[in-house]
């Protein structure tokens, strides 16, 4: 049933923080804390094949994997503060969310040695409103294993700090999807990476690339699909090529764009 804490919730020595396993349930925390103590593969909140979960107003710390969503459908994580952090960590990430439909994550703060978001093979995902920092590797990563459909990353803060090959933003065959009014930054690589993918609209986005790399990179998208980049502001680093579109088969429409390279 639906669940309002009333005080913190530390759970040292545990391999999970709470478990939910019911259908149209919310879990409010009010501001309380869910806390670990740096168990490996751990979760904070996990959640499996379950519809309409909600988990809202928490602040979780301490554990491998702030919260998991695996399988499930049309269910909410709004207005958590989640830090991914554990020395030791096989993973560090914010939020795992994998084989999953229509969830939507709103209003939400994750600071993360790792990924910030992972959402793998998880379709018509709505992000919204977050500030997701990555130290170690993608701020968002969505990943489609064939494809994923769906998606749409709307005024959102995303930002790496460091780590190889690390993107801000990184679509990798994802399909039928929308970017727009986010701000992307990396100090590590290319803030908005899309490969081998179809039919992306990115629109109105500040992408600010590293010290010495390109802000937005395109790799082998999909022949027989399109994409529209209008009026974004992609601002690359030190010598570099702002808006980089690298074997790229889709008919591009590139409009309105303001592209600096200093």
């Known amino acids: 049933s639906d669940t309002t804490m009333t005080g913190d919730l530390y759970c040292y020595g545990a ?12 879990l409010d925390c009010a501001g309380h804390r869910i806390w670990g103590d740096g168990v490996v593969s751990s979760y904070g909140v996990f959640t499996a094949s379950e519809t309409n979960v909600t988990v809202k107003n928490c602040n979780i710390k301490g554990w491998d994997f702030g919260v998991r969503y695996d399988a499930n459908t049309d269910s909410t994580l709004y207005n958590n503060t989640i830090n991914a952090n554990i020395t030791g960590g096989s993973y560090n990430w914010g939020l795992y969310l994998s084989d999953s439909t229509g969830v939507n994550i709103t209003e939400n703060t994750m600071d993360t040695l ?64 929308n970017i727009t009014n986010n701000t992307l930054t990396s100090s ?75």
């Open 188 to 262: 590590a690589e290319e803030s908005l990476y899309i490969r081998l993918s179809a039919n992306i609209t990115a629109r109105n986005n500040t992408v600010i690339g590293s010290s010495n790399e390109r802000a937005f990179i395109t790799h082998n998208n999909l022949a027989g699909s399109w994409a529209v980049y209008d009026s974004n502001n992609f601002t690359a680093g030190s010598s570099q090529t702002a808006a980089y579109l690298y074997y790229d088969y889709s008919v591009v429409n590139f409009t309105n764009n303001y592209v600096y390279s200093p």
């Open 114 to 177: 790792d990924v910030g978001v992972y959402n793998y093979r998880s379709n018509s995902s709505h992000f919204e409103s977050n500030n997701i920092t990555g130290r170690g590797d993608h701020a968002l990563y969505l990943y489609g294993n064939p494809y994923v459909v769906g998606h749409t990353v709307n005024n959102n803060y995303l930002e790496t700090i460091s780590g190889a090959s690390s993107n801000a933003l990184y679509l990798y065959n994802v399909y039928n999807s």
């Open 15 to 26: 391999s999970n923080g709470l478990i939910l396993n019911a259908n149209n349930i919310v």
